[in-house]
């Protein structure tokens, strides 16, 4: 994993500015698959330098922003919003809620 970002990111995880959890696991009831539910939590400044020439809209999809082409928050607000979207799949629904749901835990600061 030399290529970029795969050598950036092991890096911010070496340094501690990246971390990895695991949420919990599932099951999807129509294929009987199990689904384990991760987070990755990268801290602002890595992601910034990581990401900063990040294409907005390629094969797989478009870069999701707010109303004015803002960040997005991690908030109540931006979790119900993806969680009501139908187009949001399932396990990422119940990755968000779990998120959410223990940020503290998880030390994710509050946006306000």
């Known amino acids: 994993m030399n290529q970029s970002p795969y050598r950036e990111l092991n890096a911010a995880r070496a340094a501690g500015r990246l971390r990895i959890k695991v949420l919990g696991l599932g099951v999807d009831p129509l294929t009987w698959k199990p689904d384990l539910l991760t987070i990755c ?4 400044d890595s992601f910034d330098e990581i990401f900063r020439d990040m294409c907005f809209i390629n094969e797989e999809g478009q870069l999701m922003l707010g109303e004015q082409n ?23 629904k119940s990755c968000l809620q779990l998120a959410w749901r223990h940020r503290q835990a998880l030390g994710i600061p509050d946006a306000g």
């Open 41 to 44: 939590l990268v801290d602002a």
């Open 70 to 92: 803002e960040q997005l928050v991690f908030d109540e607000g931006t979790v119900a919003a993806y969680v009501a979207e139908p187009k949001t799949t399932p396990v990422a």
